[in-house]
């Protein structure tokens, strides 16, 4: 009984994608350790419009492709899964007025990319991982450069960028487990590559983005607790998409490679604790 409610309350945690927006909290808070700074109003803003803009794309291509896990939950769930999107919605709005000018125009532009993706976007090829990884760089760092108004220099183009290549390389993965279905739908670096070489592209893609990072620690412009984090949450990374296969289950991907961010985010907070 105790085991049911605890396995349930589980899967509602990452198949109503509270999990992948507490992933995407994460990365900004790691931005504002970062940037030395702070925006709680971004913060609800990022978790909220996470949670509503993936149940929206889930919702709406719910009757399309194959039969899997996370699928059957939502149909069986469909009714909560709509009222945690509507509630997360109508939160994201309020959130959203607060903004200054710049970053709501950024706001639209992201969320329009992200709204519609399922209706056609997706479809151009390769599209996806690049579209997916400029809208996550977008929200979790540069939306708080611009709301609270610091300098779009060379330094935070940087961090940018290689926060796009950390998204870019552990979306990977999940590529791979959507092979069996956009064999019929996309073309995805997995498809194009082949499973094998798909994992070695997200690796070198991961290294860039690592030797980016220590770029920067070797100019004194980040400091070593930072790339302490860096070393120790791209080897769990690298560990995660090494042993990304399309044979392993959902909560694999979902809560597996998905938790990559919160791990940066929690070594980060340490290694500024300790060193």
């Avoid at 919702?59 to 149909?75: E, M």
């Avoid at 610091?150 to 796009?164: E, Q």
């Avoid at 993965?173 to 997995?190: A, E, G, V």
């Amino acid at each position: 009984m105790f085991f049911n409610v605890i396995k349930n309350t589980f899967f509602f945690f990452i198949f109503s994608n509270l999990f992948v927006a507490l992933c995407a909290l994460a990365l900004f808070l790691s931005s504002e350790i970062i940037l030395e700074t702070n925006n709680f109003n971004l913060s609800i803003f990022i978790f909220s419009s996470t949670v509503f803009i993936y149940n929206f794309q889930r919702i709406v291509r719910i009757k399309r492709g194959l039969q899997h896990t996370r699928k059957t939950w939502i149909l069986r769930n469909k009714k909560s899964v709509m009222f945690l999107t509507t509630v997360f919605l109508i939160l994201s709005f309020y959130y959203f007025l607060t903004f200054n000018l710049i970053t709501k125009i950024t706001i639209i532009l992201c969320g329009l990319a992200s709204l519609f993706y399922p209706f056609g976007l997706r479809n151009v090829p390769f599209l996806k991982i690049f579209l997916i990884s400029f809208v996550w760089a977008t929200t979790t760092f540069l939306l708080l450069v611009l709301e609270n108004q610091m300098a779009l220099d060379l330094v935070n183009v940087i961090h940018f960028l290689s926060r796009f290549l950390f998204v870019f390389a552990i979306t990977i993965p999940f590529d791979i487990r959507d092979m069996s279905f956009d064999k019929m739908q996309l073309k995805t670096l997995p498809i194009f590559f082949g499973e094998k070489k798909a994992r070695v592209v997200a690796h070198l893609i991961l290294l860039i983005s690592f030797m980016i990072y220590s770029f920067l620690f070797l100019c004194n412009i980040v400091e070593l607790n930072f790339i302490f984090a860096i070393v120790i949450s791209y080897l769990i990374a690298a560990g995660l998409i090494f042993n990304s296969k399309k044979q392993k289950t959902e909560i694999y991907f979902s809560f597996g490679v998905e938790s990559a961010s919160i791990i940066f985010y929690l070594v980060l907070v340490i290694s500024s604790c300790i060193l």
